[in-house]
């Protein structure tokens, strides 16, 4: 009975911690951040067997193994960000921290025609995480106050 008077009434805890958009589009573009290291691990570990290295296959199996951990971890921390969770914006501002810093360290490789992409990604992740919506939808879901902005 108490559910379906908190599903009715539009001022119950459970409908303000509804993800607004911006929260489905940051929670959507940190999945395919996890996703896409997961997969990426996946094929390093086949391609550990199928082609030749010059890193031993142990080594390349740790690294994938990490590969596809932290890819699952940001998956985590996709579902947990539209559950309204606190835990995942640390994770979250590092990943993208690291994609910047691992960007522009390797521009020199790629040239700079393709390393302002993933920099451009990281710093609109960035921006989104700490755009009012999302952390509204935060503080609204652990019940916090929230903050002025004066």
Not at 35 to 58: I, N, R, Y
Not at 101 to 110: D, K, T
Request: proline share 6%.
């Amino acid at each position: 009975m108490t559910d379906q008077r908190a599903a009715e009434d539009p001022v119950s805890p459970r409908s303000l911690s509804r993800p607004s958009r911006s929260v489905k589009i940051l929670a959507g573009l940190v999945a395919v951040e996890g996703l896409a290291l997961a997969v990426t691990g996946v094929f390093q570990t086949v391609a550990a067997f199928v082609d030749e290295h010059a890193m031993p296959v142990a080594a390349i199996m740790i690294m994938s193994l990490l590969y596809i951990a932290y890819g699952v971890w940001l998956l985590g921390a996709a579902r947990g960000l539209l559950r309204g969770s606190l835990w995942p914006r640390a994770l979250i501002l590092l990943s993208q921290i690291f994609l910047v810093v691992i960007s522009v360290q390797l521009a020199g490789e790629w040239g700079w025609g393709l390393a302002p992409w993933p920099i451009l990604y990281g710093a609109l992740v960035a921006l989104l995480l700490f755009s009012n919506p999302v952390q509204r939808h935060l503080l609204r879901a652990n019940d916090l106050p929230a903050r002025d902005a004066g």
